[in-house]
């Protein structure tokens, strides 16, 4: 048909059974109502309404080879207007299209009833807010207000910046995603916020107790690994070079939580594991805080590595790698004590009563043994490289109760033994002595060396001579530690055919008689330090036999 037809109603309704079909402009003054009541066969389209029809093609006669478009729409709903004539007004929800979901008639049911099914992609090219009059909550993955049974993809690349401000996705509510969540940068968990405080989940974050149910090992298999929450190591790269990280983590905890208003925190842990083992690896471990454990701690478990000449298992601050600064001490001021590693005094208690403990320790200290391909030359339960204090003031009564130091074995000292007051020896005395022999016709100026090895043997002298000891100067700097009243015994021997002359040097006061006679006279003394001090150094020597 050539002709064009125009239909043009001014006042009154149109209504149709059929199909209308126009190759132009519909336009309507007032309400357009679409669809009544009717039987027919299934449709797999648009029972009352349908754009375009399934065959219909739209050429553009007008946009230049090569031209774009910004935007193109199949059916458009532009933004009406909404005036009223008394003054007020309030519409509490507009829209310009609203879509309600069918409702199930006489002899059929509906399986999902959706007020709006999309089948591609959608765009939203401005903000958009849905509400629901259901205002149900989302409790679970077929219930709520919005549903999708597909996957949602946004382009918009805006990042987060807030809990309230989510770039591409925002939501006023919870969220629940029933399987992985991959996050592409860093996620931000918690903001502030009130409510209940719970003893059995995170006021931020939280993973429930959950059941996860193997469904691959199989029977009698063993999985190797499995973790709940797993941190995989992260790599650090940088567009520049010799670019240097301090300190880098690959999970970082700031710090034990502070009290707020009206709160006080009798504990504050910035890591509390309420329960169970944990390993932490074969890593080194850096605590700047406290660490507290309520029950055993043990540390080290079988590793190879590198020799190392610090701690296998167990080290406090390696020597010029960590320094620890008093904040608190006043200039000048004194500290009765300092320790880097603090053992205090631990209660035994027992459920029953009239326990005994034969042996009690703090710490107790066991010997290394050699293993696979090892050979032990000295194996030491304790090596100390400085010098050991202890402060317990208790006496020994016994050699197996010895106050503040008892050993159950020997004890070798390779150098002085300074007593406060009586040593006690229940066994034989072995001494490490030296024989010092001189053999000289005139007399000798004896050195601290010779008198202090205990033991000298004089042969040749002439007739007339003298043996002088040494000054009290060069004996005190001769002896480590030297204190006044530090005692030690000499043994001369003069197997000369002529007595010998015996004198004190500079410092030095000579008691007894001096001559010590021939062939085998045997004279014994007694060195005792009466002062130390520099330029006043002085002894007394006894002779006793």
Sequence with gaps: MSQRLKLRFEAGSFSTPGTVTSKGSVA??????????????????????????SN???????????????????CLFTSPTISTTNTGVIYTN?????????IAGTNMSITNSYALQLQGNFLLNSSCTLISQRASNSSSATAGAFQLSGGIGISLTTDATSSISGGSFTTAGGMAIGKKLYVGTSGNFGTSYSGTPSTTSG??????????????TANSGTVSQWAAGYYSQPTIAASNTGVIYTNAATLYLSNAPTAGSNVTITNPYTLQVAAGNVNLGP????????????????????YSASFLGVGVWLQTPQSGSATFTDTSTASNGTQSSWSGAYFTAPQLAASNSNVTYTTASTVQINSPFAGTNATITNAYALLVNGNTSVTST???????????????????????????????????????????????STGQTLTASQITGSYIVRSGANSGQTDTFPTAALL??????????????????????????????????????????????????????????????????????
Aim: aromatic letters at 8%; glycine letters at 10%; a neutral charge.
């Design 394 to 440: 208790t006496d020994a009564t016994s050699s197996t109760n010895g106050g503040s130091v008892s050993t159950a074995g020997g004890m070798a000292i390779a150098k002085k033994l300074i007593t406060g007051s009586t040593a006690m020896i229940g066994g034989t005395i072995f001494e490490n002595r030296s024989v010092t022999a001189i053999s000289n």
């Design 94 to 102: 507009a829209s310009s299209v609203c879509i309600k979901p069918p």
């Design 476 to 545: 005190v700097a001769s002896i480590t530690n030297c204190q006044v009243g530090t005692t030690f015994t000499l043994h001369y021997l003069n197997t000369s055919s002529n007595s010998i002359t015996m004198a004190a040097g500079s410092g030095g006061t000579y008691y007894g008689s001096t001559t010590v006679s021939s062939t085998t006279g045997l004279a014994v003394y007694t060195f005792i330090i009466r002062n130390v001090t520099a330029s006043s150094e002085a002894y007394d020597v006894l002779r006793t036999t």
């Design 203 to 216: 006021a931020f974050l939280n993973i429930p107790s959950s059941t996860f149910t193997d469904s691959n």
């Design 283 to 302: 890593g080194v471990i850096t605590i700047p805080g406290n660490l507290f454990t309520t029950k055993r701690t043990m540390i080290g478990q079988s």
């Design 56 to 74: 219909a093609i739209y050429t553009d006669i007008s946009t230049p080879t090569n031209g774009s478009q910004s935007d193109w729409f199949g």
């Design 28 to 53: 309507t003054i007032q309400r357009t109502l679409l669809g009544g009541s009717l039987s027919n066969a299934y449709l797999g389209l648009g029972t009352w309404l349908q754009c375009p029809a």
